[in-house]
């Protein structure tokens, strides 16, 4: 089998990162700037993999990454309760985690992983 390429190895650890900052986020008491942080980082990665998705032509995952970075958008803040936001951290993240898994999938299937 070949190796994992940049582009899969890179697109493999954005979506760890986020995942880990999403259920720090999630899990303990931060600070207000942590969650500005945190919306800066989910938004500009679901806009690049917006992006990444738009040039598949996967529209399903192109409308969540969409309506992610919408969400987390740290310019017109959507305003929820604490509890409400650590739903969604856990939903996001456990999202992306099934992405993880499904792209590990078809990169095997692929023999390029």
Avoid: C
Wanted: glycine fraction near 4%.
């Amino acid at each position: 089998m070949k190796n994992i390429n940049i582009e899969q190895a890179s697109s493999l650890a954005l979506k760890l990162l986020v995942v880990a900052a999403l259920i720090i986020g999630a899990s303990t008491d931060r600070e207000y700037s942590y969650y500005i942080l945190l919306r800066w980082l989910v938004m500009v990665t679901f806009i690049y993999f917006g992006y990444k998705n738009y040039k598949k032509r996967n529209f399903g995952f192109l409308i969540f990454s969409i309506a992610t970075a919408l969400l987390f958008n740290p310019f017109i803040k959507f305003w929820f309760q604490k509890a409400t936001w650590h739903l969604i951290d856990y939903v996001i993240a456990s999202f992306i985690f099934v992405t993880i898994i499904f792209d590990w999938k078809i990169w095997k299937v692929k023999g390029t992983a």
